[in-house]
């Protein structure tokens, strides 16, 4: 079965980086684009970009653009997202989605079960 | 980017009974909606796609319509496990955006 894998928490302090990974299991790895959102306590998901497993190309949501890298490692089926210049406004849960092929944007039958990042000094 | 905008807030319901949310997309995007379902401490379950094709294992009591920039999520009978916040996603526009949720709570 589809399963995406991610750690449960991160705390950061306001200025460092934080490194998320996503592993991905029960398909062919470089199939599907993985998409990572984030949601903040009580709000709706916000996409942040995506990355194409296969050739490592990415597209990152205007907002992130300069502050987010996507990358994979294909041998451990795993995608990484590195966020840099963390401020409290980054406290959030981060998800990985699995997209299925669509020429539109996507919908996301699979997601990991998040990553909570607190970013507070 | 497309804003979607949900309604209510929330919903005070008791099991048993039927219950319609509803999305609003600020410009056309034909019938690529999606619905979601999240609990707390979980990540979101995909319902719904294309506005009204229910995802794999869901049940038949959840259903979608609409298309443009108005459409539905109808819980034909409440069940206590359907307690939890309601997502909705358009699926037509880069990026993709989604609703600021209606919460489903018992009365």
């Known amino acids: 079965q589809v399963q995406l894998v991610q750690p449960a928490a991160e705390v950061k302090k306001p200025g460092a980086s934080v490194r998320l990974s996503c592993k991905s299991s029960g398909y062919m790895f470089t199939s599907n684009y993985i998409h990572w959102l984030r949601q903040a306590p009580g709000q709706g998901p916000e996409w942040m970009g995506m990355?194409?497993?296969?050739?490592?190309?990415?597209n990152y949501g205007q907002r992130f653009r300069g502050r987010v890298t996507m990358t994979r490692d294909t041998s451990t089926s795993t995608v990484f997202m590195e966020v840099s210049s963390l401020g409290s406004e980054d406290t959030a849960v981060y998800y990985c989605?699995?997209?299925?092929?669509?020429?539109?944007?996507?919908?996301?039958?699979?997601w990991g079960q998040g990553t909570l990042v607190i970013v507070s000094s | 980017d497309i804003v979607m905008t949900q309604s209510p807030a929330t919903l005070s319901v008791s099991p048993g009974e039927r219950v319609t949310l509803s999305c609003r997309a600020s410009?056309?995007?034909?019938?690529?909606l999606a619905w979601y379902q999240q609990k707390p401490g979980q990540a979101p379950r995909l319902l719904i796609y294309d506005a009204s094709t229910r995802a794999t294992g869901i049940p038949a009591r959840f259903s979608g319509g609409g298309s443009g920039t108005e459409f539905t999520l109808t819980i034909s009978s409440l069940q206590s496990e359907d307690f939890a916040v309601y997502y909705c996603q358009q699926h037509n526009n880069w990026p993709g955006t989604f609703g600021q949720g209606t919460r489903v709570e018992i009365k």
């Open positions: 990355i194409n497993p296969s050739v490592g190309s990415t």
């Open positions: 989605a699995r997209a299925e092929p669509t020429p539109r944007f996507p919908f996301f039958a699979f």
């Open positions: 410009q056309s995007i034909n019938s690529d």
